[in-house]
């Protein structure tokens, strides 16, 4: 039960000052707490130009105890192939080892998915992964930590990289 409250604790210095609502009555705009998710509309400054300009939202969902983080873009929005390869190049620069790297192709919508098998010895996380995937016409990056003690600092390190990484990849006009 601690680790639940402490990713609720990280989501809300992560992303600001929130207002929690019920899961039934959630908008947009609004947070969603259940027990194991936390939702809401990432602010205005997490944005990409297009969006920004009143372009469909980024949504971002910590998702379970496992530290899954996911960042919803709309099909017209973001460039998949554009931001994997943005990732790949910072990852470099931060040193981190690639043990693997392989792409697949989605379901007839010829949008590839990369997996990233991200490890570093100095984490007590085992393991790390970046993962590309299109659910309902939404591109979907997911971060997780397969570990039974989860590193939120560096969770939380990580996930302010996202943002850095959105912010500077070109969007599809």
Known sequence: MNSRYTL?????????TVQSVAAEETTQ????FTRT????TIPCEWKT???ADGGDPIVIDLGD???HLRIYFSEETASLRKIARKMRKTARVE???LRSRRRVRIDGNRALATLFDIRKG???TRQLFYFFNVDDGRYILHFGAHSKRFDYRRFRRVAASFKRRIQSAQVVK
């Not at 609720?8 to 600001?16: F, R, S, T």
């Not at 998710?37 to 809401?40: A, G």
Request: glycine share 6%; proline share 3%.
């Open 65 to 67: 105890d496992a530290g």
């Open 8 to 16: 609720v604790i990280v989501a809300l210095a992560l992303i600001g």
């Open 37 to 40: 998710s936390f939702e809401m």
């Open 49 to 51: 130009p297009q969006e």
């Open 95 to 97: 040193r981190w080892k």
């Open 122 to 124: 100095a984490l007590k």
């Open 29 to 32: 705009e609004d947070c969603k």
